[in-house]
């Protein structure tokens, strides 16, 4: 099948690859913008309230209210933090939710149409860099973003920063190896760490899905995935109620605002990673074009996570890391070693 | 009985007895079986359900709590005591206000002043009527205690301003003689919301 796949497919231009590039930056970056509106409303209509309404027609003109805001106002160091790390760090969250999703597919490969100029005829491949470890690539490159949180938190001479760093490192560290383990029975049935293959191993529509296989990876993942970003169940990072805003404390202006580009960058990395790894990627499904049926599943899952906000309470850290180490570790342990005795057989 | 328990500080000695809430699970098993029961017994899945059925409700039928404010006001009870309405008669447009002056007797923080005099038809007319809102406590002895239903209660309530102790002139209060047609009649102490009907919840029985 991939033989085939390679002959068939038009050549890669850097052309094509800078077009997909500015294509992520240009959407992701307005998406992750646009997710704090969706967020606001979301939450809102769930406890009853309206929103944003002010600002443009329903509220939607808010990001960019907001962007003035955040870019406008004055950018406070801490007289003791230590400022090189801390001007750099919020960088690092935002560059590596970007970097990270440079592996990641989300829509199909397309040929610009020929009447466009300039750009007529280019072939976009539906993913930026097809490195071969895309999986482990974007999974890495998302547990580096953990340096964002841990860094900015030591750097900025607050008790609050600091526990928020120290939580950072014991909640990544200890879900990295939950999104590690129930990635790999997917990855030991596709046989590949492309995002590519994964997508093209679901081919077979509704009930090729990889959800059907791997049910338990699928949910372990998503767990994992909500900790990963720093989404509500596990939101210790910045839990208000407890550490103010935790590594964020002492942020304000437009490095503040890096940090939540790059939780929602990430947050939409996990839907995708979620859509094409278990919910059939970009495969057209019956007569639903491929490239709008991945939209419709990473908003769903994007939505999921504003959902589950609305819902349910945070947890302690200590049972936050009962969880991962005592149940969720060893279930996708014993879901590795099901899949692969199944696959034996 | 003496006093000798109620004196007694040091609460951590006393022997309170711990009541078992729940049957606490004392083996690791027992442990794994409870969050199993937890997992399962749909309490996650409850509260997603309830968002998504506030959303629902909140999008589709109407049921949105909050209300635009400065735009758009709930009507309020006609029992409210705002700031003050003076009333004028529907026939004659005159105003109600017979110069008697128990709204000034009445007055529990003083805060109203008024000053008469007799016209040439020997009737008392008013010539100085003030309301010091810095003062005022908006008890309503004062439309209470009115023999001509003069002064009432209005339904203006956003009474911010600069200066705290603002005066509140009788031309002020009294209903403009072009919007006599629109002057509302004092509903009584008793009256119940324009939007009563709406605001009536049904009761169980049971309680």
Redesign the interface.
């Known amino acids: 099948m991939e033989i085939v796949n390679l002959a068939v497919l038009p050549e890669v231009t850097s052309a094509g690859v800078a077009i997909k590039a500015i294509i992520i930056l240009a959407i992701i970056s307005a998406v992750a913008g646009f997710g704090t509106f969706i967020e606001r409303k979301?939450l809102?209509?769930?406890?009853?309230?309206?929103g944003p309404?002010h600002v443009g027609p329903y509220g939607l003109l808010q990001i960019a209210a907001d962007g003035i805001k955040l870019f406008t106002k004055e950018d406070i160091v801490p007289q003791n933090a230590n400022k090189l790390i801390f001007k750099i760090a919020p960088s690092i969250t935002a560059a590596t939710a970007f970097i990270a999703l440079a592996a990641v597919p989300v829509f199909p490969d397309f040929t610009i149409p020929e009447w466009i100029p300039l750009l007529g005829g280019v072939f976009v491949p539906s993913i930026a860099a097809d490195v071969n470890v895309g999986i482990l690539f974007i999974l890495g490159m998302m547990a580096a973003g953990l340096y964002g949180p841990l860094l900015a938190g030591m750097a900025q001479a607050n008790k609050w920063g600091i526990i928020g760093s120290a939580r950072t490192a014991v909640q990544f560290l200890s879900y990295e190896v939950v999104t590690g383990l129930s990635m790999l029975a997917p990855i030991m049935l596709v046989g590949s760490l492309s995002l590519v293959d994964f997508n093209n191993y679901q081919d077979g529509g509704f009930t090729s899905w990889m959800i059907w296989q791997q049910p338990v990876a699928f949910v372990l993942f998503l767990i994992a995935g909500f900790a990963e970003t720093n989404r509500t169940p596990f939101d210790l990072l910045e839990h208000e109620a407890e550490i103010i805003s935790g590594f964020a404390t002492e942020y304000s202006g437009m490095r503040w605002g890096m940090f939540f580009i790059g939780e929602y960058a990430n947050m939409i990395t996990i839907s995708v990673i979620l859509a094409v790894v278990f919910m059939g990627g970009y495969n057209d499904l019956g007569f639903m074009a491929g490239w709008f049926i991945v939209v419709f599943k990473i908003a769903f899952f994007f939505f999921l996570m504003l959902?589950?906000r609305?819902?349910?309470p945070h947890i302690r850290p200590d049972q936050l890391m009962w969880l991962s180490w005592k149940?969720l570790m060893p279930v996708a342990v014993v879901n590795i070693v099901i899949t692969g005795i199944v696959m034996m057989i | 009985m003496s006093l000798e328990q109620f004196k007694n500080r040091n609460v951590g000695e006393q022997p309170y007895v711990l009541i078992e809430s729940e049957h606490r699970p004392k083996s690791g098993m027992g442990r794994f079986q409870r969050v199993v029961n937890r997992t399962f017994k749909k309490e996650l899945f409850t509260g997603l359900y309830v968002t998504m059925r506030e959303m629902i409700n909140t999008l589709f039928r109407g049921e949105m709590a909050a209300v635009k404010y400065p735009f758009e006001k709930l009507p309020i009870s006609p029992r409210y005591r705002a700031i003050h309405d003076m009333l004028r008669l529907l026939e004659s447009g005159h105003y109600r206000c017979i110069g008697c002056g128990l709204c000034e007797k009445i007055c529990i923080s003083n805060c109203i002043k008024m000053d008469t005099r007799y016209d040439e038809n020997q009737r008392k007319e008013v010539t100085e009527y003030t309301i010091n809102f810095g003062r005022c406590i908006f008890c309503g002895y004062c439309a209470e205690v009115c023999p001509e239903l003069a002064i009432v209660h209005g339904g203006r309530y956003e009474n911010a301003s600069e200066q705290r102790a603002s005066f509140s002139l009788f031309e002020d209060m009294l209903t403009p003689i072009d919007a006599l047609k629109q002057q509302q009649e004092f509903d009584g102490f008793g009256a119940v919301t324009p939007n009563a009907d709406n605001a009536i919840k049904k009761t169980p029985l049971a309680y």
């Open positions: 979301v809102a209509f769930m406890q009853r309230r309206l309404m959902w589950v609305a819902s349910w149940i």
